[in-house]
């Protein structure tokens, strides 16, 4: 199982924040740097900065050397699909084949109102979504194609450069519950790899999400075992011991919350302990134990680095004591 490092720009985190991340990530040698790919952050917050998602990819590509980088995952709805196509490509071949595309449907609702994109309903979002992984992959992997579908088109289109990555950049499509046929279709028919990225995690559920795809793929004909597979999961307070996870608790209590500015100490206390339980967080032991139930049925893990408080010190707190005392144990 690779450990991956994942941060949620639409939180707050400025450019310097998001360069130093990444860096430590790959110098602690975890497997890839992902990005979320919104445009604001919650509309009930305090109101932040948010970097562009394939931007902020393309301005890492020079700043790493080794660790892959992508997104986790990217809405279909805000680039043409043949557009996004060339985006990567680029990206693939300026970093020698270090990216990868997580893609999903979408469905940030306030974000398409306020950025003047419709939002259809989430049937029509998924066959958007299922075109545009057709279209793209065959950009990188066909001479002048064409594709004639019901929302997306292209015709006897040129496109160089292809991905450095053959037969193409690995696509992971992201989906969030439990049950979703079409989606679930979507990572039989078109996937490499599926990401699973429902909150509160737990092995039997994404077990029961995998044999529902298991089940998709002998319907649509496609070989189960040719899919990867990674879970998502964010990361709360880690500490040593139970006094060192109190320390840190207090710690980051008592930091200035960018999204949630001035909130008393008793939601911030209430806001870390759920995160913690609900997801990663608690003692070492406790962390090590919920990531290695997913060890022996998942490719990749995606830890989500804590988006509260001192967004960067507390991002490489996290990426130190996983590097250090967690990773060996996995």
């Not at 075109?131 to 064409?146: D, F, G, H, K, M």
């Not at 989606?183 to 995998?210: H, N, Q, W």
């Not at 001192?310 to 490489?316: A, F, M, P």
């Amino acid at each position: 199982m690779k450990i991956s490092i994942n941060i949620q720009p639409q939180l707050g985190y400025t450019y310097n924040d998001i360069v130093t991340l990444a860096k430590a990530a790959e110098d602690s040698g975890f497997y890839s740097f992902t990005v979320s790919d919104h445009f604001f952050g919650p509309v009930e917050g305090h109101e932040m900065q948010s970097h562009e998602a394939w931007t902020t990819l393309a301005l890492l590509v020079p700043q790493t050397n080794r660790i892959r980088l992508g997104t986790l995952v990217t809405s279909q709805s805000y680039r043409n699909p043949a557009l996004l196509a060339k985006i990567v490509s680029s990206l693939d071949n300026a970093s020698n084949g270090r990216i990868d595309l997580g893609i999903g449907a979408g469905w940030k609702d306030s974000e398409y109102e306020a950025y003047g994109y419709p939002f259809p309903s989430a049937k029509e979002r998924v066959t958007q979504l299922m075109e545009a992984i057709q279209i793209i992959n065959l950009l990188w992997t066909e001479e002048r194609p064409s594709f004639d579908g019901d929302f997306y088109k292209i015709k006897e289109a040129m496109f160089l450069p292809k991905p450095v990555q053959k037969p193409r950049v690995p696509i992971w499509v992201g989906t969030m519950k439990p049950k979703a046929p079409m989606m679930e279709e979507t990572v039989a028919r078109y996937a490499d790899g599926m990401d699973f990225s429902a909150r509160e995690t737990t092995i039997k559920g994404f077990l029961e999400k995998k044999e529902r795809v298991k089940r998709m793929c002998e319907r649509v004909g496609r070989d189960f075992e040719e899919l990867n597979w990674s879970v998502d999961l964010t990361a709360g307070v880690i500490g040593e011991d139970t006094d060192d996870f109190e320390e840190r608790l207090k710690e980051i209590i008592e930091q200035e919350w960018i999204w949630i500015a001035r909130a008393p100490e008793s939601v911030k206390q209430k806001a870390l302990e759920s995160l913690s339980s609900k997801e990663i967080g608690g003692t070492l032991p406790v962390v090590i134990e919920k990531l290695s139930e997913f060890k022996d049925h998942v490719d990749i893990m995606n830890i989500c680095l804590p988006f509260f408080g001192n967004l960067r010190k507390n991002g490489l707190d996290t990426i130190q004591i996983l590097k250090e005392r967690i990773l060996e144990a996995l």
